[in-house]
C-alpha cells in the first residue's frame, strides 16, 4: 500500500474525491484551471504537531487566499473529527478525510516508522502539476512558509 515514493515535482497530482468536513465531495480537478492548491497531509487531528500545522496554515490562510491558492488538509480521520477540530481551532480552510489512506499512498505519503502516518504538503498549480513538495514530521509549522514562498512564485508567474 506504501510501496510508492513521494511524488516529484513536474508531476501530474493524482485526481482524488474525498469528504470535506461538512460531508461535501471534494475533488482536485475542481480546481484545475482555477487555483493552485496546497495539499497537505498530516497524521492526525487534535495532536500537537497537526495543530501548530493546522494552525499556521490558519494564521497565514488569507495570504494564501490573496495568492490565488486554495489550502486542504489531508488526514484518515472521520469528517465528524475533522469538524471538532476545525471549529475548535477556528481553522477556514478545507479538511479531507481519507480513512484507507488511499489517497496518502497515490501521493506516495509515507509513515514515519511505519507507524505514524506522514507529514507531507504539496503546491499543485492550476494544470494539476506538482510544483513543491516537502516532508517533515518534525518541522511541521515550516511546510506553511515552504508552500506559501512557492504559491507566490507562481502567481507572480501568471501575472507575469
Do not use: N, W
Amino acid at each position: 500500500m506504501f510501496g510508492r515514493s513521494t511524488l516529484s515535482v513536474g508531476e501530474a497530482a493524482p485526481d482524488f474525491s474525498l469528504l470535506s468536513q461538512q460531508g461535501e465531495v471534494v475533488r482536485l480537478s475542481d480546481f484545475r484551471g482555477k487555483k493552485t492548491v496546497v495539499l497537505f497531509f498530516y497524521p492526525k487531528d487534535d495532536t500537537p504537531g497537526c495543530t501548530a500545522e493546522s494552525c499556521s496554515f490558519r494564521d497565514r490562510h488569507g495570504a494564501f487566499v490573496e495568492a490565488g491558492a486554495e489550502v486542504l488538509g489531508v488526514s484518515a480521520d472521520p469528517v465528524e473529527s475533522h469538524q471538532r477540530f476545525v471549529d475548535k481551532h477556528r481553522l477556514p480552510m478545507t479538511l479531507l478525510s481519507d480513512p484507507g489512506g488511499e489517497t496518502a499512498a497515490r501521493y506516495g505519503v509515507k509513515p514515519l516508522f511505519g507507524l505514524l502516518p506522514g507529514r507531507v504538503t504539496f503546491v499543485i498549480d492550476r494544470d494539476g502539476i506538482v510544483r513543491h513538495a516537502f516532508s517533515s514530521q518534525l518541522r511541521a509549522t515550516r511546510h506553511v512558509d515552504e508552500a506559501l514562498s512557492v504559491v507566490r512564485q507562481l502567481e507572480a508567474s501568471l501575472r507575469g
